[in-house]
């Protein structure tokens, strides 16, 4: 079931995102954020934003949001019940705020496999814009399964 090699490079649809206080706040709070920075104007104001800041990584979320998340799977031919995320990792360029309208481009820089095969590695690099300009970059990788591995 090896992932073909030759998907790198290939992208993902791009999409585009409003940034709102309320789905700042509520993730704040999923995540047991209580600086008041990331729930308050008058705070994040007072601490030099000017809205509420993005938590560092609301950008996950804000990716997968996505109306066609899993079109890439089933073009890639990997069926969704032996995926795991891997990790994510983010760099921030310039501070994202409430308000923003975000453009996400995502392509697959790499796949890889480990255990002789039984694990694959989907890594995906996606750049994160507003108005054309790139305010951050949101690395991450899937980890496929092979079911038939060790059988």
């Not at 709070?29 to 008058?42: C, F, L, N, Q, R």
């Not at 795991?84 to 481009?105: K, N, S, V």
């Not at 890889?112 to 970059?137: I, N, P």
């Amino acid at each position: 079931m090896a992932l073909n090699k030759d998907l790198i490079g290939t992208k993902v649809p791009t999409h585009t995102v409003d940034i709102e206080r309320g789905q700042l706040r509520f993730f704040a709070k999923a995540i047991g954020e209580t600086d008041p920075v990331y729930s308050d104007v008058e705070a994040a104001k007072a601490a030099g934003h000017r809205d509420l800041p993005v938590p560092p990584t609301f950008l996950f979320c804000a990716d997968s949001g996505r109306t066609d998340g899993f079109n890439f799977l089933k073009l890639a031919d990997i069926d969704i019940r032996y995926v795991l995320h891997g990790e994510q990792g983010f760099t921030y360029h310039q501070p994202i705020h409430a308000g923003d309208r975000l453009t996400f481009e995502t392509e697959v820089s790499d796949i890889y496999s480990k255990k002789g095969g039984a694990l694959e590695f989907l890594v995906l690099a996606t750049q994160v814009t507003r108005d054309g300009e790139l305010v951050a970059e949101v690395h991450k990788s899937l980890v496929v399964r092979d079911p038939k591995a060790g059988k």
